[in-house]
Nanobody
Framework: QVQLVESGGGLVQAGGSLRLSCAAS????????MGWFRQAPGKEREFVAV????????SYADSVKGRFTISRDNAKNTVYLEMNRVKPEDTAIYYC???????????????WGQGTQVTVSS
């Protein structure tokens, strides 16, 4: 059974940094595009970042561009989201997802994690 397990969430002050990790039990991790999404209270889940199979290509939502960095380690079956200069509006549950296609939107990705809470205090 495929599992995506996020970790690294928590409480951080505005302007600070946080690093999220997502460990995937995918047999062929490098065959999957990995993405990060988030859902704030009362809002729909939104795209944050995506990284291609080898890590050579990335895309970001405008709201996080220049502050967040997505990366992956195919030897460790793990994808990361480095969050810098965080803002209160970054507060949300962050989810990782896996799909065989490179996409910059949500919808029906093949696999989803359970999420990790990120709270940014002002």
């Amino acid at each position: 059974q495929v599992q995506l397990v996020e970790s690294g969430g928590g409480l951080v002050q505005a302007g600070g940094s946080l690093r999220l990790s997502c460990a995937a039990s995918l047999r062929t991790f490098s065959s999957y595009v990995m993405g990060w999404f988030r859902q704030a209270p009362g809002k729909e889940r939104e795209f944050v970042a995506v990284i291609s199979w080898s890590g050579s290509r990335t895309s970001y939502a405008d709201s996080v561009k220049g502050r967040f960095t997505i990366s992956r380690d195919n030897a460790k079956n793990t994808v990361y989201l480095e969050m810098n200069r965080v803002k209160p509006e970054d507060t949300a549950i962050y989810y990782c997802a896996a799909d065989t296609r490179y996409r910059v939107s949500g919808g029906s990705w093949d696999y989803w994690g359970q999420g990790t809470q990120v709270t940014v205090s002002s």
